[in-house]
């Protein structure tokens, strides 16, 4: 991808230790921006910019790197007393690509952000066989996390069965509500959003902390079911159901896990779904390397292979039903 990135923005650079690297100059007169607004974003995002490819050379390797510019010709050599300075920074590709995404000055950098958007979507749509809806199932957690949510589901809709006196709606109004509590959109929404088929199952796409949290909604509305029909030695009727899922919703200890779970839904189907969903869009983050790694890396793996890869596994949960 880097690579490929590098081949579309066509910016000239050194060749230095056998990979392109950029003067702040070069940098600079790329994004149409000064050399002291470079020094800047430098200042303020210094430990990132360091982590992802900036450097400062010195003594040999400052020496060397003049030696390139004499042997390149590189017109911007002359730039900032290169010749007298006893360092240089110097930006290397992903460097280059990480300022991009901070400088917010810059009509270069905001279109090279989204020319990042579109080659990123269209690798993901490579590796995962020309669609990202399923993503999510590259996970080595997705597995575990699915069977076991299937049988929490299980409690769920048994407790709904018979401690709740409804038609068949409550079945798909108390999953809607749940849904709405842990991502504020319902089914209906959430399918429209992420562009689903009418065959494509919600709960495959979900990824795995969301689904353990499905899981811990599902299991402990059906215990508070459970001790409400015990108490009241009948079937709870709608309104009651209402009110217990308000108290059953506000218990503190959600807050965290709803507060990341929203984070990791919004941030990673914006980057790997290119798919924004607006009530949570105050959420959206950068994702980090080891999302991409998690999702798109060595460890991911398609879903066939995670079966058969996981067939003790879901030997041992379906016994436990």
Do not use: C
Not at 172 to 193: A, G, H, M, Q, V
Not at 293 to 321: N, T, Y
Request: aromatic share 10%; proline share 2%; no cysteine.
């Amino acid at each position: 991808m880097l690579t490929e990135l590098e081949k579309i923005s066509n910016i000239q650079g050194i060749v230095f230790e056998g990979k392109t690297v950029l003067l702040k100059e070069q940098v600079a007169r790329f994004f149409e921006v000064s050399s002291r607004t470079v020094e800047s974003y430098l200042a303020k995002n210094e430990q990132e910019l360091l982590e992802n490819g900036y450097e400062v050379l010195k003594g040999k390797r400052l020496k060397s790197l003049k030696i390139s510019l004499d042997a390149q010709d590189v017109p911007e050599a002359g730039f900032g007393n290169i010749g007298k300075s006893p360092q240089l920074g110097v930006f290397d590709f992903r460097a280059f690509l990480n300022l991009a995404m901070l400088l917010q000055e810059s009509e270069r950098a905001r279109l090279l952000r989204q020319t990042i958007l579109d080659v990123l979507i269209d690798t993901i749509n490579q590796r995962t066989g020309g669609g990202t809806r399923y993503i999510n199932q590259r996970d080595e957690d997705f597995i575990v996390s699915y069977f076991e949510e299937e049988n929490y589901r299980k409690e769920f809709t048994d407790a709904l069965r018979d401690y709740v006196a409804m038609g068949q709606f409550k079945y798909p109004l108390y999953t809607d509500k749940i849904y709405r509590s842990i991502f504020r959109e319902n089914t209906r929404e959430y399918r429209k959003i992420l562009r689903l088929h009418a065959k494509d199952k919600v709960r495959d796409t979900f990824y795995s902390e969301i689904l353990d949290l499905v899981a811990s909604y599902e299991y402990g509305f059906a215990k508070a079911l459970e001790a409400a029909f015990e108490k009241l030695g009948r079937q709870l009727i709608a309104l009651e159901v209402d009110r217990l899922f308000a108290e059953f919703e506000s218990q503190a200890h959600w807050k965290p896990l709803i507060n990341k779970a929203r984070q990791k839904m919004a941030s990673r189907d914006l980057a790997f779904r290119d798919a924004l969903h607006h009530q949570l869009k105050e959420y959206v983050t950068p994702v980090g390397r080891e999302e991409f790694e998690r999702f798109l890396g060595e460890k991911s793996k398609e879903l066939a292979e995670r079966l058969e890869e996981a067939k003790d596994v879901m030997k041992r949960l379906k016994e436990r039903e």
